[in-house]
């Protein structure tokens, strides 16, 4: 099938069969398709938490938006972003790198020394506003890749923060939550939008041509 064939399939399901869980195989390509986004100045400000343990699922129910949703998919993804930019994370990325591509330590200096000079003049508050769009890219991956193997998904950003960042400790790895994706398969009787049209504003309207 083609991406946009792909695309056409998937909707964000509302139900899930609790009995039906991904391959290790068919999660590992979903979130290999999400490492592969890329990301401002390539620091991948984000990290992806993948979490099966029923315990921990029922722990973020409250505040969910899709509490079944939570309950019956068979992985929870979530995206989490860099609380902050610092000089230090900007060098181990870009140490990082050097060594993977093996340059010279300092090779990318004079660009590191940029983006230092740009996020230090910013506040934590823009910098996570910064790090938490990264993530829609690896989240939009994600779910085409999903699709792509006939795995249903629902991206949500309707869910508790603080519950999220709480009950995965993400705030002490300096992380905040932005969004989840739900991964699993859909329970055909109760998904209510399993059996409707897709719907998208015409073409013509959403581009805008000059
Ligand atoms: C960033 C984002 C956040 C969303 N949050 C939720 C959510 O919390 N709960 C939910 O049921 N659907 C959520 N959705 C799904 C959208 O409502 C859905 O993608 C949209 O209506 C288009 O329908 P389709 O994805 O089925 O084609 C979210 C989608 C995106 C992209």
Same mark, same amino acid.
């Given at each position: ?21 991904? =391959? ?11 490492? $592969? +986004?890329?990301?401002?100045? #390539?620091? !991948? ?8 343990? !029923? ?7 409250? %505040?969910? $938006? ?14 989490? +972003? ?23 330590? #300092? ?9 230092? /000079?740009?996020?230090?003049? !910013? ?16 989240? %939009? ?15 949500? /950003? %309707? ?13 002490? $790895? %300096? ?17 209510? $939008? ?14 805008? =041509?000059?």
């Amino acid at each position: 099938m083609s991406l946009i064939e792909d695309l056409n399939w998937r909707h964000a399901v509302k139900a899930y069969d609790p009995t039906k869980k991904l =391959k290790e195989e068919d999660l590992n390509k979903i979130l290999e398709a999400a490492r $592969l +986004a890329p990301t401002s100045s #390539g620091l !991948q400000p984000f990290r992806v938490i993948v979490v099966e343990n !029923q315990e921990l699922k029922e722990k973020m129910v409250p %505040g969910s $938006l899709n509490p079944e949703v939570m309950r019956d998919s068979s992985h929870v993804l979530v995206f989490a +972003a860099w609380d902050s930019y610092s000089d230090e994370k900007i060098d181990e990325v870009y140490d990082y790198h050097t060594e993977v591509r093996d340059l010279p330590k #300092g090779r990318f200096s004079s660009y590191t020394d940029k983006i230092k /000079e740009i996020y230090g003049a !910013q506040t934590p508050e823009q910098h996570f506003a910064h790090t938490a769009r990264q993530t829609y890219i690896a989240l %939009g991956l994600a779910m085409a890749q999903a699709a792509e193997l006939k795995i249903d998904s629902t991206p949500a /950003e %309707g869910f508790s923060n603080d519950v999220v960042d709480e009950v995965l400790g993400l705030r002490q $790895l %300096g992380l905040k939550s932005v969004s989840l994706l739900y991964l699993g398969y859909k329970d055909e009787k109760n998904d209510w $939008l399993s059996h409707m049209k897709k719907v998208r504003i015409p073409m013509e309207e959403f581009i805008i =041509k000059k």
